[in-house]
């Protein structure tokens, strides 16, 4: 399986990343009481709609989905809106301590003393080509004097990073696959096309 690049000649005319969480929920008929039981699978959605592109440009959006070979290799991709953090996210950020799971990473190497680090919608990245995962920040995030910080996530973590591994704060992105292997490529009466397609985070 390969890991390849998204094109870049073109931007998305529409992108709706969908949070995607497996509970299940009984409900009593006679009180409405409700019991959930929280499964592991999280995942991101996406759902993506590309400009009427020229022969030019949709030539080289069609030859990446022929290399992805439908959900056989995978791609990097993160939420075009939010490529720069809305907080400060000043420093060279790590991973403090190995062996993290579940809804919180620990750094260092923040800007030391930073009220509004990152904040909540923010995204982070950990892992790098086909182990990339992209994470939203959930609450606000400062930083104490030593440049440190506990950042609130979801998904959970989902490869377990080495200490002092990168944290990247800036143009995240994860790794996606294809949702199918079929893809039909249109072309209008103008000598346009239009391509859409759908995509999941790897977990």
């Known amino acids: 399986m ?5 094109p870049t000649n073109i ?6 990343l969908t949070r995607a969480s497996r509970n299940a929920v009984s409900e009593s008929p ?3 009481a409700q019991q959930v039981l929280t499964y592991p699978g999280q995942r991101w959605v996406a759902d993506v709609t590309l400009p009427p592109l020229d022969r030019t440009d949709v030539d080289v959006w069609r030859s990446f989905f022929v290399k992805l070979n439908g959900r056989e290799h995978t791609f990097n991709m993160g939420d075009p809106l939010s490529k720069t953090a809305k907080g400060s996210a000043g420093g060279t950020p790590l991973v403090n301590g190995g062996s993290q799971t579940g809804k919180n990473l620990v750094v260092d190497g923040a800007a030391a003393s930073q009220t509004r680090w990152l904040l909540a919608g923010d995204y982070i990245q950990l ?3 086909g182990n990339a995962r ?3 920040v959930t609450d606000d995030v400062n930083t104490n004097g030593s440049g440190e910080a506990t950042i609130p996530i979801w998904p959970d973590i ?17 790794t996606f696959r294809l949702t199918s292997d079929d893809m039909t490529f249109e072309t209008n009466s103008n000598s346009f ?5 759908n995509a999941v985070s790897v977990v």
């Open 193 to 197: 096309s239009n391509l859409s397609f």
């Open 127 to 129: 892992g790098t080509g």
């Open 158 to 174: 989902q490869i377990t990073p080495a200490d002092n591994d990168p944290v990247v704060v800036s143009n995240t992105v994860g």
């Open 30 to 32: 006679f009180t409405f």
């Open 2 to 6: 390969a890991n390849y690049t998204l």
């Open 11 to 16: 931007g998305f005319a529409r992108f709706n």
């Open 134 to 136: 992209l994470y939203m």
